[in-house]
C-alpha cells in the first residue's frame, strides 16, 4: 500500500534552517509529482511546493520563494524540503502528498516544524 512518512522536523531558532524528507513506498515514486503542504496553529491548509516527476519543474508559493528548495531523489524514493531563513510564521505541521493529476490522493501524518526563539 502507498506510505508516505515524513521526518526532519524540530525546533528551530529564526533564521536557521531545517531539511525535512518524506521517504515514499507502494507506488512507481518516480511517475508522479509530489507537493509539500502545511498547516499552521488554528489555520487551514496551505500549499507550499511542488516538483514534478522527474524533478525538472519546481514550484513554490510567494511566502517560500527564496527560501525553500523542494527536490527529490527517485533513485531513494524520497522527496525533500529545504526550508532556510525561518521565521515564525513557518510554524506548522508539513506533509507531503502524492499528487495524481490535480488531486493529492495519499498523505504523510505531518512532521512538527517550530520557529521559535
Known amino acids: 500500500q502507498v506510505q508516505l512518512v515524513e521526518s526532519g522536523g524540530g525546533l528551530v531558532q529564526p533564521g536557521g534552517s531545517l531539511r525535512l524528507s518524506c521517504a515514499a513506498s507502494g507506488f512507481t515514486f518516480s511517475s508522479y509529482a509530489m507537493t509539500w503542504v502545511r498547516q499552521a496553529p488554528g489555520k487551514g491548509l496551505e500549499w507550499v511546493s511542488n516538483i514534478n516527476s522527474g524533478g525538472g519543474g519546481t514550484y513554490y508559493v510567494d511566502s517560500v520563494k527564496g527560501r525553500f528548495t523542494i527536490s527529490r531523489d527517485n533513485a531513494k524514493n524520497t522527496v525533500y524540503l529545504q526550508m532556510n531563513s525561518l521565521n515564525p510564521e513557518d510554524t506548522a505541521v508539513y506533509y507531503c502528498?502524492?499528487?495524481?493529476?490535480?488531486?493529492?490522493?495519499?498523505w504523510g501524518q505531518g512532521t512538527q516544524v517550530t520557529v521559535s526563539s
Open positions: 502528498a502524492k499528487r495524481t493529476g490535480w488531486e493529492y490522493d495519499y
